[in-house]
């Protein structure tokens, strides 16, 4: 076994020397941690931030269905061209509404997918981006449609009989 | 307000309550539509103004969210609904065809001016969930001049 005659002045540079590399690893390890935690929370913060984007557009766009649902009731409306221009823009917006909404979704769903995110709003805002698809469809064949097909004319004159 | 089905309406509607998937179709319909009034009824977005009957969809919600498509007679507040379908998953569906519209409108025509076989629905008593459906014989409408 070997023995060391115990050499202060060394072993005291020896502590100093350890003693600063661990301070300096430390300090390291702190701002990398920092670091760390800096970006997980801006990432966390762009998810928040996404998600609420979403839940705000579903409820604010979905707020506005019943009262598409009445535009349905106009009866006569197409009788009138002013009302017939103005039900013809707004159907327009709500394709245009819907086919944003639906691009935003595929690219959300890229992401959330990849980064294992839970799909709550994201699935709620795809239900609204449909439901304004189909009511859009609804509305111009109710107004734009049907007056025109003459199978559909002829089958409202035989309801007249009832 | 009477509250009728064609034979198409009960046959999908019997298929989609055998699917775990649309689960709870018998409560939504039994909510929406049994003991509600003729305007209660009708209401949903109008996709046909016949003058003398609406012709309507009902966006319902419940798993996979249900489309009903109703027929609302105003002379005798007839309800008739026609037709049913979820608009997600296995027998899911954006919406109806031009062509399936008019022959919806059309069974329901038959049915009051020739007569047939539809149901008449009521609650099950024992259990708020389901509907019965009661063969009824349709008797040909008679319109006075």
Redesign the interface.
Known sequence: MSTMVLDREAMQEKIVSLTSAFQTASTREAASNAEIERRVNKFLDAINNRKQYLRETADNLSALFPKLSELSWCRGAEADAEAMEWIGKIVDLMDKMAAKMIRRYAETNAIFHKKGIDKTELRRYKEVADTMKEMAVDLHNRFYVFPQDAEMQDLISQFADL | MTLYCTEEFKREFERLEKSSSYAGIGAVLVKTYCGATFDEARS??????????FFV?K?LEGRG?FRFYVLA?I?DESIYLTFVHP?TGRHGA??IT?AK??EL??EV?RL??QGGIMYELKPVASDSQKVEFLLRQAAP?I?TA
């Open positions: 949903g977005d109008l996709l046909n103004d016949l003058v003398t009957a969809k966006r969210g007679v002379k608009k954006d919406n031009k519209h008019h409108l059309k025509l009051r001016k409408v319109t």
